[in-house]
């Protein structure tokens, strides 16, 4: 079992610590099974995954392959069955870990066709932290670590070539809040902005951030949009429901540009250093 992207949060700050939950799913509800988690890929260099940034990218249509893209997001044909998935985020009975479990219906997951055209009703699932994607998954039940404080555990459907499935441009996923007990991790560097239109509200658009710190970004929209820190690879989700909240060390000294991918608004330039 792979475990580096789950340990994204743990990883940047040293204590773990989980207990019981509170959330609802915010989209379609739907029937399947739970199966053990055996595999999850890792994409590019660590939990930077610079692969699936990458595939993100890919709006490109693929012919009559289920749907078009729209804004990054790829819709379903509604012709045929919509596809739904549900999560039900659980207390591990391993120390500092929480089970999620995925039920899905109208979706099949399709591993040996990874990197492929979209099919619908097929693809894989992504995880994301906060609206940070960790990595994609392919089997229904696994584990999660997280830091203490409230996080929203989301999970998304993909199609074959990573890009999020869509119903009339809003992606088919399911989120769940959990509020983990104790003092929560103290950033070195923390930076808040907050988009209203396509307007940013911050208090410095440019930050020194010393080589090796912790930064921690938190970023609130009045739209569904992604946040991008160039540089690092990191892309978060972001829209009026739950904020991103983006951890990361700043390990690679160079300036880096954080915006808004939809829009490519401008939010911070941070200098490594």
């Not at 660590?46 to 692969?51: I, L, M, N, Q, V």
């Not at 998304?156 to 959990?178: F, Y």
Request: proline share 4%; glycine share 10%.
């Amino acid at each position: 079992m792979k475990w580096n992207h789950l340990r994204l949060l743990g990883a940047l700050f040293a204590v773990i610590l989980i207990a019981a939950s509170c959330g609802s799913s915010t989209t379609e509800t739907a029937d399947a099974a739970d199966d053990t988690m055996d595999q999850m890929d890792d994409d590019g260099h660590g939990d930077h995954d610079d692969t699936d940034h990458g595939d993100d990218h890919d709006d490109t249509d693929h012919g009559d392959d289920g749907g078009h893209s729209h804004a990054g997001l790829r819709d379903v044909d509604q012709s045929n069955p919509i596809p739904a998935v549900d999560i039900a985020v659980s207390e591990s009975g391993s120390a500092g870990t929480y089970d999620v479990a995925v039920t899905l219906e109208n979706f099949t997951i399709d591993e040996a066709s990874v990197d492929g055209e979209a099919v619908p009703g097929t693809g894989h699932m992504h995880m994301l932290i906060d609206g940070v994607k960790l990595g994609r998954f392919f089997d229904l039940d696994y584990p999660v670590e997280l830091t203490p404080g409230e996080h929203v555990v989301e999970v998304e459907l993909n199609g074959n070539d990573h890009t999020p499935w869509a119903v009339d441009g809003t992606r088919i996923n399911a989120t769940q809040r959990v509020n983990v007990p104790g003092e929560p991790p103290v950033a070195d560097v923390l930076i808040e902005a907050a988009l209203a239109g396509d307007s940013v509200t911050i208090d410095d658009d440019r930050v020194d951030v010393d080589l090796g710190s912790t930064v921690e970004l938190v970023v609130s929209a009045d739209l569904v949009e992604r946040v991008h820190v160039h540089g690092y690879d990191i892309i978060g989700n972001v829209s009026p429901d739950f904020d991103t909240r983006i951890p990361f060390v700043a390990d690679t000294a160079g300036k880096f540009e954080v915006e808004f991918e939809g829009s490519g608004v401008f939010i911070v330039e941070l200098v490594v250093s």
